[in-house]
C-alpha cells in the first residue's frame, strides 16, 4: 500500500502524464548451447519475458526530470594553455608514441620471435630485391634506385610505424604513378633535342641525362608526398583515408594493373617505344607496341616467357603446399638468379641485343636536396600518391591487426610513411607504400614485429653494397615477367563486378567508374574523378532514400514496415512515417513530398478542396437568393395584398433562416458533395495524429528544421496532430539552436520512442471524443 501510495505521489508531482504506458512483449526464446550440450544434442532454452509499467514521456517531462551534469566551458586560452602544458608523463606518452619501437623493443620476447623473425625477414629481403629491381623500371628510373628505395624507408619504418606485419617498399601503383608523372615532366622528346647523332656515345649521353632528370621529379615527388603525409600525420587528419572506399580502391588498383601490364609489353617483347603518360595513355602504348610488333625480340621473349611459367609454377606449389612448406619457394629471387647467369653466360646483350639493367653503381650514393623548383608542377600528383599511398598502407595494416589482436594508429602511420618519404627522398628513393604481396609473405613465414623489415632492408643494403654489380647482366625481360605475374592478384579484382552487381549496384557504379576513368584518364585524373564521383553517390542516397509506414506488432512496442510483414498493424488514425536518412537543405523537399504520399494526407490539397468547397457554396447560396428574389418581386407586382400577403408567410416559412441560407440549398450540398470535399474530409476523419520516427536521423540543418515547422504547421490546420519519436540528443540540440521551439512548436511534441508517442495520441483522441460527447 505504501508503495502504491508512493506511485500515486511521484504522478500527482508531474513525474507522468495521465496516460501510463503498459505492454507486455510475448515470450521470446534464446538458445544458448554449451559445448557438451552440443555433443549430447541437448540444447539448453530460456524463456525470456519483458514487461515493463511506467509513465509516457515526451521531452517536455524527461527533460523536467533528469539533471544534466555541469560542465565548465573553458575559454580558447584555456584550452591552449591546456594543450601546450607539458609533464613528464605526457612527454613520455607523445614520445612513446612518435616513436613505437621504444614501447615494444624493450619486451621483445627474444626465445619466442626472434627466429620467427629472421625467417620472415630473409623470406621477405629475397622478395624485395627483384621487386626492387622491376618496380623501378615502372617510375622510370634507373633499377639502383628502386634498391635504394627498399633499402631506406623499410629500415625507417621500423622505428616509426604501428604495424608489425606490413612490409614497406616498392609497389607497383605508386611506382606506375611517380612514372607516369615522371615521363610527363621528362618526355624523350624534350631530351631527344641536340642528340639526333646515331653515335654510342652521344646515345649513352641522352639516356644518362633523360635518366638524371626523371630521377629527380621522383625523388622530389617522394619529399613531397612525405611533407603532405606528416602535415596530415600532426594535423590528425588519418580519417582522410575513408574516402577512398573498398570498390574504389579495388577499381583503381584494377585499372593501374591494366597500366602496369600494358607498359610492360615493351620490355617482354623487346621492341623500342616511347612511354606514354596522361590520358589515353595505355590505348597509346597500345598501338606503339603493337606498331612495332614486327620488331619483336625473339630471344627476349622467350626469356620473358620462360621467366613467367617458372614464377606462376612456383606461386601455384607455394599456394597449394603453404601449410607443408616451411617458407615459400623464394621464385622470384630464383628466376632472377637464373636470368643473370644466362645472360652473362650466353652473353644476350651482344648476341641477340636483349637490354639489360646495365650498371649498378656500388655502394651508397651521396644524400642531396631535392629540386625544390619542381614542386609546384607535380603538387596534386603529390597529393594523390600521399592519399593512395596511406590508403594501402592503412588497410593492409588494419587486416593484420584486426587478425592478430592488436590496433594502429592512423595518424602515426602517417607520420610513419611521411617520414619514410621525406627523408629517403634525400638518398635517391622515390615514393613508396605497403607492398600486398610481401606483406602476406612476411606475416605468412613467422613475422612477429618489425624486426623482420629491419632484416630485409639489411639484405638489400648488401647487395647495394658488396654485390649489386653482380645483377648488371640481368635482362630487363626478367623484371617485367616478374612485374606481370604480381599482377594475377589485382587482376583477379575483375570478380568484384559479379560480386558488387549481387550486393549494391551503388558500389559497382563506384567501381565501374574508378576503373574507367583510371583506365582513360591515367592514374591521377582518374583517382579525382573516382573520390568525385564517390561523394556525388553520398549526396543521391540522401536524396532517394526509403521511405516507410510502420505498423506495431501486436502486443509489443516493436514497429516494423507495414508493407513488408503480414502481422504488423497499423493504429486506427495514426500513420508514423520513417525516412532512413537525415534531414536537410538537399532533401527536405523529397521528404515533405514522400511525407504526403505515403500517409495519402495532403494538407495543401486539403486546403485548396476546402477552399473550392466553400466558395461553390457561396456562389449557390448567392444563385438561390438571387432566384428568390425575382419570384418575390414577380408575386408583388401581379398579386393583390391578401395574395401578397400570403405570399410572403409562404416565402418566410420556406425563406432563409436567420444566417442567410436556404435548407434546401443545404440540404442539396449534403447530399450532392464534389469530389474535391470527399477527398478533403476523408483524410480529416481517417487521420487525426502523425508519428515523424526520427531514430535514423543524424543532423537536421535549418532548411530541414523550417521544412520541419512548416510540417507541423500545416498538417495541424487541417486537425491532424504532429508527434516527433526517437530523436536523439545531438539532434534536439541543433533544433534548440535553430530556435525550432517556441509557443506553438514545444518540446511535448517530441517523445522518447515511437510507442510513448502512440500511445500519447491515443489518449489525446479519445479525450477529444470524449469532450465531443459531452457537448
Not at 594543450?83 to 608514441?97: N, V, W
Not at 607516369?180 to 621528362?186: D, F, I, L, N
Not at 629491419?454 to 647487395?463: E, G, H, Y
Not at 486537425?719 to 539552436?737: D, F, H, K
Amino acid at each position: 500500500m505504501e508503495k502504491e501510495a508512493s506511485e500515486r505521489g511521484k504522478r500527482k508531482q508531474g513525474f507522468a502524464v495521465e496516460t501510463v504506458e503498459h505492454f507486455f512483449l510475448g515470450s521470446c526464446s534464446v538458445r544458448s548451447a554449451m559445448e557438451d550440450a552440443q555433443e549430447s544434442g541437448e540444447c539448453l532454452v530460456q524463456n525470456q519475458k519483458y514487461c515493463v509499467e511506467r509513465p509516457i514521456y515526451n521531452q517536455e517531462i524527461l527533460q523536467g526530470q533528469l539533471h544534466k551534469r555541469e560542465r565548465t566551458p573553458q575559454s580558447l586560452r584555456q584550452k591552449i594553455e591546456h594543450s601546450c602544458r607539458c609533464s613528464s608523463k605526457k612527454a613520455k606518452s607523445h614520445l612513446y608514441s612518435f616513436l613505437p619501437i621504444l614501447k615494444w623493443l624493450p619486451r621483445y620476447p627474444v626465445k619466442e620471435y626472434l627466429l620467427g623473425d629472421i625467417i620472415s625477414g630473409i623470406s621477405t629481403g629475397v622478395m624485395q630485391l627483384p621487386q626492387g629491381l622491376a618496380y623501378a623500371l615502372l617510375a622510370a628510373v634507373p633499377p639502383v634506385f628502386g634498391l635504394y628505395s627498399s633499402f631506406y624507408p623499410v629500415f625507417l619504418y621500423t622505428f616509426f610505424g604501428t604495424s608489425k606485419h606490413i612490409s614497406i617498399g616498392t609497389f607497383a601503383v605508386i611506382s606506375m604513378m611517380v612514372g607516369g608523372v615522371a615521363v610527363r615532366q621528362v618526355p624523350d622528346e624534350v631530351i631527344s633535342v641536340g642528340y639526333n647523332s646515331t653515335n654510342a656515345t652521344d646515345a649513352s649521353d641522352y639516356y644518362s641525362l633523360r635518366d638524371d632528370k626523371r630521377v629527380q621529379v621522383a625523388v622530389t615527388l617522394a619529399f613531397l608526398s612525405g611533407i603532405i603525409q606528416l602535415c596530415l600525420g600532426f594535423l590528425r587528419f588519418g580519417f582522410v583515408a575513408i574516402y577512398l572506399t573498398e570498390p574504389l580502391v579495388r577499381g583503381f588498383t584494377t585499372a593501374a594493373a591494366v597500366h602496369v601490364f600494358t607498359s610492360q609489353l615493351k620490355y617482354l617483347l623487346g621492341v623500342k617505344t616511347s612511354r606514354y603518360s596522361g590520358p589515353l595513355s595505355v590505348v597509346y602504348s597500345l598501338v606503339a607496341v603493337f606498331s612495332k610488333i614486327t620488331t619483336t625480340n625473339i630471344a627476349a621473349l622467350i626469356v620473358g616467357l620462360t621467366c613467367i611459367a617458372l614464377l606462376l609454377i612456383g606461386k601455384e606449389i607455394n599456394l597449394r603446399f603453404k601449410k607443408k612448406l616451411p617458407v615459400p619457394i623464394p621464385m622470384e629471387i630464383i628466376v632472377v638468379i637464373i636470368g643473370t647467369g644466362v645472360s652473362a653466360g650466353m652473353n644476350l646483350t651482344e648476341s641477340y641485343g636483349v637490354d639489360v639493367v646495365g650498371k649498378i653503381p656500388q655502394g651508397l650514393s651521396a644524400p642531396a636536396v631535392p629540386e625544390i623548383q619542381l614542386i609546384p608542377a607535380i603538387f596534386i600528383d603529390a597529393v594523390a600518391i600521399a592519399i593512395v599511398g596511406f590508403s594501402m598502407a592503412v588497410s593492409m595494416a588494419k587486416i593484420f591487426a584486426l587478425k592478430h589482436g592488436y590496433t594502429i594508429d592512423g595518424n602515426q602511420e602517417l607520420i610513419a610513411l611521411g617520414i619514410c618519404n621525406s627523408v629517403g627522398s634525400f638518398f635517391q628513393s622515390f615514393p613508396i607504400t605497403c607492398s600486398m604481396s610481401r606483406s602476406l609473405v612476411q606475416e605468412s613465414t613467422g613475422g612477429k614485429t618489425q624486426i623482420a623489415g629491419a632484416l630485409s632492408s639489411i639484405m638489400v643494403l648488401l647487395v647495394i653494397v658488396a654485390i649489386g654489380y653482380l645483377f648488371e647482366p640481368l635482362p630487363q625481360t626478367v623484371l617485367a615477367a616478374i612485374v606481370m605475374v604480381n599482377l594475377k592478384g589485382m587482376f583477379k579484382q575483375f570478380a568484384d563486378v559479379a560480386h558488387f552487381w549481387r550486393t549494391s549496384k551503388i558500389e559497382l557504379a563506384i567501381w565501374v567508374v574508378a576503373f574507367v576513368a583510371s583506365l582513360f584518364l591515367g592514374l591521377d585524373y582518374g583517382l579525382l574523378t573516382a573520390v568525385a564521383f564517390a561523394m556525388i553517390t553520398v549526396i543521391y542516397r540522401t536524396q532517394r532514400p526509403q521511405y516507410r509506414i510502420l505498423g506495431q506488432i501486436p502486443d509489443t512496442d516493436i514497429y516494423c514496415d507495414v508493407e513488408e510483414y503480414e502481422e504488423v498493424k497499423e493504429y486506427p488514425g495514426i500513420k508514423i512515417f520513417q525516412a532512413n536518412t537525415s534531414l536537410y537543405f538537399a532533401n527536405s523537399e523529397s521528404y515533405t513530398s514522400a511525407l504526403k504520399k505515403k500517409t495519402g494526407v495532403d494538407p495543401c490539397a486539403i486546403l485548396a478542396a476546402r477552399r473550392k468547397a466553400q466558395k461553390k457554396h457561396a456562389r449557390e447560396i448567392k444563385k438561390a437568393n438571387k432566384v428568390k428574389k425575382k419570384a418575390v418581386l414577380k408575386l408583388v407586382n401581379s398579386s393583390t395584398n391578401d395574395v401578397e400577403a400570403s405570399v410572403k408567410h409562404e416565402i418566410a416559412n420556406d425563406g432563409l433562416p436567420a444566417n442567410g441560407k436556404f435548407a434546401f440549398v443545404d440540404a442539396g450540398v449534403q447530399d450532392g458533395s464534389p469530389d474535391e470535399l470527399e477527398h478533403f474530409v476523408e483524410p480529416k476523419t481517417n487521420v487525426h495524429s502523425l508519428i515523424l520516427d526520427f531514430a535514423p536521423v543524424n543532423f537536421v540543418d535549418s532548411v530541414g528544421a523550417k521544412t520541419l515547422k512548416s510540417v507541423i504547421k500545416e498538417y495541424n490546420e487541417v486537425g491532424v496532430c504532429v508527434c516527433i519519436a526517437s530523436c536523439s540528443g545531438p539532434v534536439m540540440n541543433e533544433l534548440t539552436r535553430l530556435n525550432f521551439f517556441d509557443n506553438t512548436v514545444t518540446r511535448e511534441l517530441l517523445f522518447h520512442s515511437i510507442h510513448d508517442a502512440v500511445l500519447a495520441c491515443q489518449g489525446k483522441d479519445r479525450s477529444a471524443s470524449q469532450t465531443a460527447l459531452d457537448h
